[in-house]
């Protein structure tokens, strides 16, 4: 395995020449592409057109902005999970870290030029499906300098934890043809699993409380929580909807340690030659 400290190449150096490839290779994918801006923004107008019933005259500001909300982080795990899974799966099968290990590189800075682009894309992705909702109505309140601070810091979170789990999914999987199919059904079963990311806890009877324990749901609702504010949220409680520290910190324990799994992956794996 390489030493950081041995590489005549600077980390950050490495870390942009490694986001600057995968970069190149995903703006040539139209799949990604679609499942960064058109996937999430169709859920949002398929939920709206088809799966919303409430009484008439009902004011749709506020739930409209949930959804918005709640399909910007749904297209940003997609995308990531897709993106990451699929790009690592390709570089292990052509076998193309025999190359990279007989040279001076640092694997975090692999991983980090990775994670880098699924950020952009992720975020990409939130943004787009929020603005979207936006001009169709969606009663967004004006955001203040906290506020912007826990969206960040949720979406950051949120695609760390993609992060990892498409890297184990890219281990399990051997096919990286197959792994967009598959990352996209589970992303989709997380979200009815979990009650559209928690947005509709009433869905799961008896263990709605799950809602505010499991990354992509507690992400979801924590973001809406706070950008909203809980009384205009009535429809998604019970449980209360998790807007306390304790919550942030079980959202920053995910990241921290699906990220630790995330290195010691890249590191045995892809650049120490363990076997998948």
């Known amino acids: 395995m390489t030493n950081v400290t041995s590489s005549p190449v600077p980390w950050r150096r490495q870390t942009r020449a490694f986001a600057r490839r995968h970069l190149q290779q995903l703006v040539r994918d139209k799949m990604i592409l679609f499942l960064t801006v058109g996937w999430p923004i ?8 088809f799966f919303v019933e409430v009484p008439a005259g009902t004011d749709l500001g506020p739930l409209k902005a949930a959804n918005g909300i709640n399909y910007g982080l749904f297209g940003a795990f997609t995308v ?8 690592f799966a390709r570089d292990l099968e052509s076998n193309r870290y025999r190359k990279l290990r007989t040279m001076p590189l640092a694997p975090t800075a692999d991983l980090a030029g990775r994670f880098a682009v699924g950020t952009l894309f992720g975020v990409t992705s939130y943004l787009a499906t929020v603005a979207v909702a936006s001009l169709d109505g969606a009663a967004f309140p004006a955001l203040d300098a906290g506020t912007i601070g826990v969206l960040l810091a949720t979406l950051l979170l949120f695609c760390l934890i993609a992060m990892a789990l498409a890297m184990v999914l890219a281990l399990v999987v ?12 589970i992303v989709l079963l997380a979200y009815f699993m979990t009650g559209f990311n928690g947005t509709s806890p009433e869905m799961l009877a008896n ?4 809602v ?5 749901s507690l992400a979801t609702r924590m ?5 909203l504010g809980t009384e205009r949220i009535a429809f998604m409680a019970p449980p209360e909807v998790p ?19 995330s290195v010691l992956v890249m590191r045995r794996v892809a650049y120490g030659g363990g076997s998948r």
Do not use: C, D, H
């Not at 169709?42 to 057109?49: A, D, G, R």
């Not at 505010?212 to 992509?216: G, K, V």
């Not at 973001?223 to 950008?227: K, L, V």
């Open 80 to 87: 990531t999970v897709s993106l990451f899974a699929g790009g």
């Open 42 to 49: 169709l859920w949002y107008f398929l939920t709206m057109t």
């Open 207 to 210: 263990s709605a409380g799950m």
């Open 174 to 185: 051997t096919k990286p043809e197959q792994l967009t199919t598959i990352a996209i059904v």
């Open 243 to 261: 807007t306390s520290r304790e919550y942030v910190a079980l959202l920053v324990g995910y990241a921290a340690v699906l990220s630790a799994v």
């Open 223 to 227: 973001q809406i929580g706070y950008w």
């Open 212 to 216: 505010n324990y499991l990354p992509n």
